[in-house]
């Protein structure tokens, strides 16, 4: 099992920044895949970063080069800095850990965080 607690959402202006910080309840090293998912209304979750445990990273085309995902197996951490925020950024975030053993896949889920991009 690993529980995931998120911080760091809020309200902020359209060309503003934020940071999303999320804590595992187990070594970093353990999880295989760390990642951030959001959820607007209407709309179906979809990936926005994620990152191994060796630091290989992948983002949705929507985010490229505006945010950044960064993890720390030590503090059992992974961070997603988001820079020049859009309104369509507006979502729910959650944190994810996802774990692989014995062929066996396993989804882990934060509560989400709210993120507004509004004037």
């Known amino acids: 099992q690993v529980q995931l607690v998120e911080s760091g959402g809020g309200l902020v202006q359209p060309g503003g920044s934020l940071r999303l910080s999320c804590t595992a309840s187990?070594?970093?090293?353990?999880?295989?895949?760390m990642g951030w998912y959001r959820q607007a209304p209407g709309k179906q979750r979809e990936l926005v970063a994620a990152i191994t445990s060796g630091g290989m990273t992948d983002y949705a085309d929507s985010v490229k080069g505006r945010f950044t995902i960064s993890r720390d197996n030590a503090k059992r951490t992974v961070d997603l800095q988001m820079n020049s925020l859009k309104p369509e950024d507006t979502a729910v975030y959650y944190c994810n850990a996802r774990t692989i053993t014995l062929g066996t896949t396993r989804n882990y889920w934060g509560q989400g965080t709210q993120v507004t991009v509004s004037s």
């Open positions: 187990r070594p970093g090293f353990s999880i295989n895949l």
